[in-house]
C-alpha cells in the first residue's frame, strides 16, 4: 500500500480532478486509513476464524481445576529440585571430605574446589522454590500467628502478588540479561590453574529465579482456591513458628527452675 503513487491513490478516491484536495499530507493520511482499515479486517476474519478455539481456552482458564492441575505439576517439579538440591549438599561434603584427605596430594589444579563451591550455588538456587512450597523461608511475625486461617491466606497473597512476583521477575531478567548471557557469549571460563566453566553455574542464578516465581505462582492459586472454598490449605501452608513471647516464657521458667534447684 506504500508503494501507491499520488495519481493512483488520487484516482482510487476519486479526487483526480480536484488536485487542491491531494497534497502530501492528505495523501499520508490516506494510506494510514487504508492500512488501518485492511489490517483491521485481517484481525477481524482471523478472529472470526479462531474464535471457537479462543473460546474454548478462556473457558479453560476461568476454570480452577485447570490452574490446580498447573500449580500440582509445579509442585512435582520443585519437589524434584528440593531433593536434587539435598544431593548436592551431600556431595559438596564428599568433595569437601576428598580434598581433604585425598585431592590435595595428588591433584594439583582448582578444579575440585570450584566444584565444591559450583554445587553449595546450586543448591542454594534450585532449593530456594523448594523452601518456598514447604512455607520454611525466614519471615518477620508481627500479625501473622494473631489470624485466622483466612486471614493469614490474605496476607500471604498480599506478599506473594506485591513483594515475591515481582522482585523474581525482575531478578530472573537481570540475572539472564547481566550474569549469564555475556558469560554464555564468551564461553567464560575460570581464570584459575584448572578452573571449570563459568557459564554453566551462573545459568543456576536466573534459572533458580525464575521456577521461584513459578512456585509463587502456584502458591496464589492454591490460596485463591482456598478463598474461593475450591480447596483446602494443609497445616504446613499455615504454620508458623510460635511467637518469641511464648519462648521468652518458657526460658524464664527453665531458669526460674534451675535457680530453685
Known amino acids: 500500500l506504500t508503494d501507491l503513487s499520488l495519481a493512483e491513490l488520487r484516482f482510487a478516491c476519486g479526487l483526480d480532478n480536484r488536485p487542491e484536495l491531494m497534497s502530501d499530507d492528505v495523501f499520508a493520511l490516506l494510506t494510514v486509513m487504508v492500512q488501518f482499515s485492511l489490517v483491521n479486517t485481517l484481525v477481524v476474519q482471523r478472529l ?3 474464535w471457537p478455539l479462543l473460546n474454548g481456552l478462556a473457558q479453560i482458564f476461568k476454570e480452577l481445576g485447570f490452574w490446580f492441575k ?3 505439576s509445579i509442585d512435582r517439579v520443585n519437589q524434584f529440585l528440593g531433593k536434587a538440591a539435598s544431593m548436592m549438599i551431600l ?3 564428599v568433595v569437601s571430605a576428598l580434598m581433604r584427605y585425598f585431592v ?3 591433584i594439583s589444579n582448582n578444579w575440585p574446589l570450584e566444584l565444591q563451591w559450583y554445587l553449595f550455588a546450586a543448591a542454594v538456587m534450585l532449593g530456594a522454590s523448594y523452601t518456598l512450597k514447604r512455607n520454611e523461608h525466614v519471615r518477620v511475625d508481627l500479625i501473622y500467628s494473631r489470624l485466622s486461617d483466612r486471614g493469614r491466606i490474605w496476607v500471604d497473597l498480599f506478599g506473594l502478588v506485591l513483594f515475591l512476583m515481582p522482585a523474581c521477575i525482575l531478578f530472573t531478567w537481570l540475572s539472564w540479561t547481566t550474569l549469564f548471557y ?5 564461553m567464560e571460563h575460570s581464570s584459575n590453574s584448572g578452573g571449570l566453566a563459568r557459564y554453566p553455574i551462573k545459568f543456576v542464578v536466573p534459572f533458580g529465579f525464575f521456577m521461584l516465581s513459578f512456585q509463587g505462582l502456584s502458591e496464589i492459586i492454591k490460596r485463591i482456591g482456598a478463598l474461593k472454598g475450591e480447596t ?11 511467637p518469641i513471647n511464648d519462648s ?5 521458667s527453665l531458669n526460674v527452675w534451675w535457680v530453685d534447684r
Request: proline share 3%; charged share 20%.
Open 70 to 72: 498447573l500449580s500440582a
Open 248 to 252: 521468652i516464657g518458657v526460658d524464664a
Open 232 to 242: 483446602t490449605l494443609s497445616a504446613e501452608d499455615l504454620r508458623y513458628e510460635k
Open 182 to 186: 555475556p558469560s554464555w557469549l564468551i
Open 104 to 106: 590435595t596430594v595428588y
Open 91 to 93: 556431595l559438596s561434603c
Open 48 to 50: 472470526h476464524k479462531y
